[in-house]
């Protein structure tokens, strides 16, 4: 019998949920902070942000959309983590563990997860945007079951995957970075010698792979929040897809604004990729002590 602890993918699946959910409550009030930056269509710094919170919501208001936040990562990071560490099993039994191959496996596990995320990921933009629009005009969605709800009634079910493909683009681009430069630190710092298999270069490889990934990222993360919480005017969409926003956005405020909220989306990215990979490997690691037997 082969000594190698095996974790089961439907326990893969339910690690990923619930390490990205765990990390998410603690970064919301980031996300909340990064999405109103990347709607503001104005020059705007993330301490006026905070303090126009605070000022005119309330403390509480940092946790707007929480309830879709979980959902989101119950689906999209359920999705995404099991899906990658399924194919990454079976490339490594293949022989296959090159950067280029884990960036690849990291893009399918991240399209298969914006997909079956999608709805959530609506919601979250429109609850987390609602407080800076004027009263008449929010959506003032209860949860994020009461957004989908209505979501499906007054726009149709299809409302729900609006954004799908900048979504989609949006989460390949995050998880090949993010995954396969995750995969990839660990595995140079692990043969530096100066790093051993503990949180300490979880952490490190962590924090290398959230700032990669913002910065490939951020782009076609502004693309899709701004076309998710666009309204209809006239039977006509504000933007016609992904390189619609971005030409406009270029033309409107300047190029460096498809980097418009860096630092919050990475105090966001960084500590999420940071405690989501911590909480996956903690939790593995205590699954292949504890219910597995050698």
Known sequence: MSNQKTVPNSIKFLFGGTAGMAATCFVQPLDLIKNRMQLSGTKVSTMSIISSIVKKEGLLAFYSGLSAGLLRQGTYTTTRLGVNAWLYEIASKEGYSGFTVKALIGSIAGCVGAFVGTPAEVALIRMTADGRLPIAERRN??????????????????ALWRGTVPTMGRAMVVNAAQLGSYSQAKEVLLDSGYFKENIVLHFVSSMISGLVTTAASMPVDIAKTRIQNMKIVDGKPEFKGTIDVILKVCRNEGVFSLWKGFLPYYARLGPHTVLTFIFLEQMTNAYKTYCIKS
Not at 142 to 153: D, E, G, H, Y
């Open 141 to 158: 969605y209860k949860n994020v079951f009461n957004a989908l709800t209505r979501i499906v009634r007054e726009e149709g079910i299809l």
